[in-house]
């Protein structure tokens, strides 16, 4: 066991500080770098992102994702590896959020001492972990489930409130040299590998080994390829955080050499702007930023999230904090910075630029908002002193923030060109110059934001692209049949978390009805949805072990929710790069996860076509168990004349709602405008329709009632050959749960049924026990025909000469007898 961190403070010196906050001095507190001390942010007002959201109509940016249109085809860049490893270790990673089990996160906090002393200590310490335990899990699961009663406000709240960071401050925080070797390899900065430590991270992936040198040590720009969930947010967020530390640290020193200069330069109150990361979706906004909080934890960085939806109070007052990174979307960071947000504009101290997911936002040409926003950005090549820019803020930026910009490009799908460094030796004299140009390529994008020429390429993706975990398979189906194979899907192998995704707004709002109506808990996301809602539905996802998420490709990038073990592509993606992402919300992080195209006749050439491009000869066909469809059908047929009345209904009353409000507005009186003998008929019609509907629901309940299985399994006779082991299971752990026989009286109380002797199988594991593979490329295919074909014109031709030989065989022998 080493000490990793600074010497902890003695007692007398955490009294001081703690007065020194009470009394209202938090720079002094903060400035210890510990986080009891920062108390002063306590009085901020709440600022919860999640909390602030209006819910706003201005698709803009968002709405863009379900009217993509580009073409598969997007392979062939070839990127020069920089680090030695390819492919990530099968090694199982604790992830989360510090629950303590990591052995690191709640491991010992000694100061350095040795022998029986510190043996005791620690056993006191195990007797604490049970409890610290439960209460980081709480916390942890009150985070997850999105509930903002308490909002936060930045990442320094985040600290003041939370009991273990405080308790690790009070007791010294000691890591076992061991679990952080690979982390302290990296030249980390001690409290950085604390906070990591706690997120229960126990090594870099290899994406982070591989840029983290380059980028905070050698101070390169990097552009970074790595498949889906492998840590891309912490490779870039992390060097960001490495270099703040480490010039608050040298700035500190410079600042005890000079007593006159105010200690507010020190950035610990915030700042000028640092760092500024842009990503294509406020989810992802969102998520990088809360993910960099959680790292920067014990720094007291500021970061904080700007994104579309939020109000302009809370934007105003976050702002004001002078944050020293802000993770946003294009479209509302080119808005504040069009309208001269001070902090925002004032970017000659910015010491990195990020573009995460890049690859989204230069696909057609959608985002001027990002072209406008890297023009805006200080030229490198000029020196901060001769540049022509005012420089009245610079006057608070101590010298060692001065040093060159650093560009970072991140994706999972990123395609350069052979000569990209070239380009960009040959364009860094220029890309300035050409302004009116459009951004059309990742490689122009980069030229434009700066990358310099020497910028490290890590290129960690395989040959396919997807997660190394990942199992791809496709089920065959007609396209009016998609509803029910889903639902097959979903009832039958309905574990763990799935996504379904949607090309199209209508397809995705006819699933969830269906789905809805079947029973199936399931939740949307779109970008005609408010921001609050979009947020919501992300949170009850995540809160709930089987959920269902129907959504459009809002989706597809960067969202990262634990547990997703399957993504249900209902319509294909219309781009590989898009089938990628998609697919890449499952086997995060070494987990693993499985992906189902469903495939109609009409999906079945722009499949082959990305399979092509994906450089894949073979797939895997999802195994259907036929016996189980025909209640399917019927199910869905009851579903889909549940749906139709309903919708008729719906749309009866809108148009009648909106008679009304227009009456309203003109002050008119609303007559009924049809005969008596009219009224009645629609009000028959109405009595039909609803007794119709209700009819039917009575029917489906009927049938969801009961287990879905194949007509030959008997409910009545549980004895007979149709229990199954899990059946078997089910059973058992119902009679134990009821032992009596006597229901409480809250069950009492309800009415519904108890499903059992369901096959709950995973998707992937049933694929992986009876998936077959099947050829999907379709030059293998014309080829294998080919030679098929080729086999069989010789097999009769064969057959031809041996019968033309046997006949003259027969007249020679005719002739001899004669
Ligand atoms: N060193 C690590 N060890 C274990 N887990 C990690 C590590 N670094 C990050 N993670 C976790 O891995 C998950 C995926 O990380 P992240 O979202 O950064 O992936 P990504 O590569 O950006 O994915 P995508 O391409 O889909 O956006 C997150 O839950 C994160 O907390």
């Not at 902890?8 to 009470?22: D, F, I, T, V, Y």
């Not at 290129?459 to 049949?481: H, P, R, W, Y």
């Not at 007794?691 to 006779?717: C, D, M, V, Y």
Request: hydrophobic letters at 35%.
């Amino acid at each position: 066991m080493a000490e990793v961190s600074p010497a902890p403070p003695s007692l007398s010196e955490k009294k001081k500080e703690a007065k020194r906050a009470k009394k209202g001095d938090p720079l002094q507190a903060a400035e210890s770098g510990r986080l009891d001390s920062l108390r002063w942010n306590d009085s901020l007002p709440n600022d919860d992102p999640f909390f602030l959201l209006a819910g706003s109509n201005e698709g803009g940016f968002l709405s863009l994702e379900e009217i993509d249109e580009s073409e598969y085809g997007f392979l062939g860049g070839v990127l020069e590896p920089l680090g030695g490893e390819k492919k990530p270790k099968g090694k199982k990673r604790k992830r989360g959020s510090g629950d303590g089990d990591s052995g690191v996160g709640g491991s010992c906090i000694v100061q350095a001492e040795d022998g029986e002393k510190k043996g005791k200590k620690k056993q006191k310490k195990k007797k604490k972990r049970p409890r610290d335990k439960k209460k980081k899990k709480e916390e942890g699961e009150s985070s997850d489930n999105g509930e903002k009663g308490e909002p936060v406000e930045g990442n320094a709240k985040d600290a003041l409130n939370n009991d273990d960071a405080k308790n690790d401050i009070d007791e010294g925080f000691l890591i076992d040299e061991d679990e952080v070797y690979a982390w302290k390899e990296l030249r980390l900065h001690p409290l950085l590998i604390k906070s990591i430590c706690r997120l229960g991270f126990k090594e870099p992936t290899p994406i982070q080994k591989a840029c983290i040198p380059a980028a905070a040590h050698q101070g390169k720009d990097v552009i970074g390829a790595a498949e889906t969930g492998s840590g891309k947010t912490l490779a870039f967020g992390l060097p960001i955080l490495q270099r703040l530390l480490e010039e608050r640290e040298k700035d500190a020193r410079l600042f005890q050499k000079d007593p006159d200069e105010k200690p507010v330069e020190k950035g610990f109150r915030g700042g000028p702007l640092r760092a500024l990361i842009v990503t294509p979706t406020r989810e992802l906004a969102l998520q990088v930023s809360d993910h960099l909080k959680a790292a920067a934890k014990f720094l007291a960085i500021q970061v904080v999230p700007i994104v579309g939806g939020m109000s302009s109070e809370k934007q105003e007052r976050l702002l004001k904090r002078k944050p020293e990174i802000i993770v946003g979307t294009p479209g509302r960071l080119w808005e504040l910075m069009s309208a001269g947000e001070h902090h925002l504009v004032e970017l000659h101290s910015l010491s990195f630029f990020v573009l995460d997911e890049a690859d989204r936002m230069i696909e057609n040409g959608h985002f001027h908002e990002l072209q406008s926003i890297i023009d805006m950005l200080p030229m490198l090549n000029v020196s901060v002193e001769q540049s022509s820019q005012p420089t009245t803020i610079c006057k608070t930026i101590p010298s060692l923030q001065r040093k060159k910009r650093q560009t970072f490009v991140f994706s999972a799908t990123i395609a350069l060109s052979d000569n990209f460094r070239k380009k960009l030796k040959r364009g860094l004299s220029t890309s300035k110059l050409s302004t009116s140009d459009g951004i059309s390529s990742i490689e122009k994008l980069s030229e434009r934001a700066g990358m310099r020429p020497d910028a490290a390429i890590v290129d960690l993706t395989n040959a396919s692209i997807v997660a190394a975990k990942l199992e791809e398979s496709f089920m065959e189906c007609s396209e009016e049949d998609k509803e029910a194979y889903l639902y097959y899907l979903l009832s039958v192998h309905g574990q763990g978390r799935t996504i379904v995704f949607c090309t199209s707004i209508a397809a995705l709002r006819r699933v969830s009805s269906i789905l809805h109506i079947l029973g199936i808990n399931s939740w949307t996301l779109h970008a005609q949805m408010q921001q609050r809602a979009r947020l919501k539905a992300i949170d009850r996802f995540r809160a709930n072990e089987h959920a269902v998420l129907v959504a459009t490709d809002v989706a597809a990038r960067g969202l990262d929710i634990p547990g997703i073990r399957t993504v249900v592509h209902y319509q294909l993606p219309h781009s590989a790069e898009v089938y990628i992402h998609r697919s890449g919300r499952t086997a995060r992080a070494s987990a693993d996860g499985c992906c189902i195209a469903l495939i109609s006749p009409s999906d079945k050439a722009k499949f082959f076509s990305l399979c092509k491009s994906l450089s894949k000869e073979s797939l895997r066909q999802f195994p259907v168990n036929d016996v189980y469809m025909p209640e399917v059908m019927k199910r869905l047929s009851l579903a889909h004349q549940i749906d139709k009345i309903v919708r008729k209904n719906s749309q009866e009353n809108a148009k009648k709602s909106w008679l009304l409000r227009n009456a309203e507005s003109l002050e008119l009186a609303m007559e009924d405008s049809g005969s008596e003998e009219e009224t009645v008929k629609c009000h028959k019609q109405k009595k039909i329709s609803s007794l119709q509907l209700k009819k039917l629901q009575q029917e489906l309940n009927g049938h969801l009632a009961r287990p879905l299985q194949s007509k030959t399994f008997s409910n009545r006779f549980l004895a007979g050959a149709g229990v199954s082991p899990l059946l078997q299971q089910q059973l058992e752990e119902l009679s134990k749960k009821n032992p009596s026989g006597n229901m409480s009286s809250q069950e009492n109380k309800r009415p519904g049924f108890l499903v059992i002797g369901q096959d709950c199988v995973e998707p992937l594991q049933a694929l992986r026990s009876s998936g077959r593979e099947v050829c999907v490329s379709v030059d293998k295919k014309r080829e294998l025909r080919r030679l098929a074909e080729t086999w069989k014109r010789k097999k009769r031709e064969e057959k031809k000469r041996t019968r033309e030989q046997q006949r003259k065989k027969r007249k020679k022998a005719k002739e001899g007898m004669k």
